[in-house]
């Protein structure tokens, strides 16, 4: 079965820092992207960033520009979301999620509708 694993989220105050984390098992290797999501209260999912699989090449949506950045460890599995400079409007649920087929990140976008399986979620409250 295919399981993304996310971790890392918690409390943090405007301006910290958190690293989540995406653990993966149990999909196929030709899987086209890993992805970042997030879901504020009250608001859709929003995509934040995406990492391919063939080239490790990395999109971010603008509001997480600068301050976030996505990377692998192919060895573990694991796909990280390094959170700097935080903000209040950064509080949600982050998820991670496995797109199978597309190339979508590949072109520079994490809005893409064609993720396949998603992780549990973790919560980041940005707060003071």
């Known amino acids: 079965q295919v399981q993304l694993v996310e971790s890392g989220g918690g409390l943090v105050q405007p301006g910290g820092s958190l690293r989540l984390s995406c653990a993966a098992s149990?999909?196929?290797?030709?899987?086209?992207?890993i992805g970042w999501f997030r879901q504020a209260p009250g608001k859709g999912r929003e995509g934040l960033s995406c990492?391919?699989?063939?080239?490790?090449?990395?999109a971010y949506t603008d509001s997480v520009k600068g301050r976030f950045t996505i990377s692998r460890d192919n060895a573990k599995g694991t796909v990280y979301l390094q959170m700097n400079n935080l903000k209040p409007e950064d509080t949600g649920v982050y998820y991670c999620?496995?797109?199978?087929?597309?190339?979508?990140?590949?072109?520079?976008?994490?809005?893409?509708?064609?993720?396949?399986?998603w992780g549990q979620g973790t919560q980041v409250t940005v707060s003071s």
């Open positions: 149990g999909f196929t290797a030709d899987y086209s992207a």
């Open positions: 999620a496995i797109e199978l087929y597309g190339s979508s990140c590949q072109m520079g976008r994490t809005d893409s509708n064609q993720y396949d399986f």
């Open positions: 990492i391919s699989r063939r080239d490790g090449s990395t």
